[in-house]
């Protein structure tokens, strides 16, 4: 006669150690970056996190609510930037070095988490409601805060007069591509450049080296 079924334990399912939580964010982070929404599986997911697959439906409700989480970390990460982005568009300083602290505090906000930049690199060439979600929440934002500056910058000269939506939109797209392609630049180059070297050749491309120059000062 067979063994009856162990009973169910009630409670939190398998997997439910007090860092989950974490990990399937992280996971998640990872997966949805290299694979899209449509292509992470909730059960790769939570096997890069090690957690049973029950513990998704736990924490975030379903894999929109999972997504949605790992969005609100990329914003929480860039109101941070905002906020010291807002103090510089209004210091009591030369436009030439609010430009280039500007700039460079931009640079190094994408170069800690490149993998934040990657998850709303791909998110946003692809129409839809989660693309609405970052626009809202994290693009505008930023442009709101610093177009002011952009359009200033052109007034003294600075940048060439051009739709400062561009301009935000380019700056991003093009440290982006630049911190992530690290590796092909020492390849091709034959020089291994970190992100302070790499912040000062942008802004040396961008405003010219009496401009960075100023800026340091």
Same mark, same amino acid.
């Given at each position: 006669?067979?063994?009856?079924?162990?009973?169910?334990?009630?409670?939190?399912?398998?997997?439910?150690?007090?860092?989950?939580?974490?990990?399937?964010?992280?996971?998640?982070?990872?997966?949805?970056?290299?694979?899209?929404?449509?292509?992470?599986?909730?059960?790769?997911?939570?096997?890069?996190?090690?957690?049973?697959?029950?513990?998704?439906?736990?924490?975030?409700?379903?894999?929109? @609510? =999972?997504?949605? *989480?790992? +969005?609100?970390?990329?914003?929480? %990460?860039?109101?941070?930037?905002?906020?010291?982005?807002? #103090? !510089?568009?209004?210091?009591?300083?030369?436009?030439?070095?609010?430009?280039?602290?500007?700039?460079?505090?931009?640079?190094?906000?994408?170069?800690?988490?490149?993998?934040?930049?990657?998850?709303?690199?791909?998110?946003?060439?692809?129409?839809?409601?989660?693309?609405?979600?970052?626009?809202?929440?994290?693009?505008?934002?930023?442009?709101?805060?610093?177009?002011?500056?952009?359009?200033?910058?052109?007034?003294?000269?600075?940048?060439?007069?051009?739709?400062?939506?561009?301009?935000?939109? @380019? =700056?991003?797209? *093009?440290? +982006?591509?630049?911190?992530?392609? %690290?590796?092909?630049?020492?390849?091709?180059?034959?020089? #291994? !450049?970190?992100?302070?070297?790499?912040?000062?050749?942008?802004?040396?491309?961008?405003?010219?080296?009496?401009?960075?120059?100023?800026?340091?000062?």
């Amino acid at each position: 006669m067979p063994a009856p079924d162990a009973p169910r334990r009630r409670g939190r399912p398998r997997g439910g150690d007090s860092d989950c939580r974490d990990r399937l964010l992280e996971a998640a982070l990872s997966a949805f970056t290299r694979l899209g929404f449509d292509g992470a599986s909730l059960r790769t997911i939570a096997g890069e996190a090690t957690c049973d697959v029950s513990m998704i439906a736990h924490h975030f409700g379903s894999k929109a @609510g =999972l997504w949605r *989480a790992v +969005a609100d970390l990329v914003v929480l %990460r860039h109101e941070a930037w905002l906020r010291t982005a807002e #103090a !510089l568009v209004s210091a009591p300083l030369p436009v030439e070095q609010r430009v280039f602290r500007l700039i460079e505090t931009m640079i190094d906000s994408l170069a800690e988490v490149p993998a934040y930049v990657m998850f709303v690199t791909r998110e946003i060439a692809e129409p839809g409601e989660r693309r609405d979600h970052l626009v809202e929440r994290l693009i505008r934002r930023g442009v709101e805060t610093c177009v002011p500056l952009w359009r200033e910058a052109m007034a003294a000269g600075l940048f060439r007069p051009v739709e400062p939506v561009v301009l935000q939109i @380019g =700056l991003f797209g *093009a440290f +982006a591509m630049v911190l992530s392609a %690290r590796d092909v630049i020492a390849e091709l180059s034959g020089r #291994a !450049l970190g992100v302070e070297e790499l912040r000062r050749e942008l802004c040396c491309a961008l405003l010219g080296e009496i401009v960075v120059q100023r800026g340091r000062n």
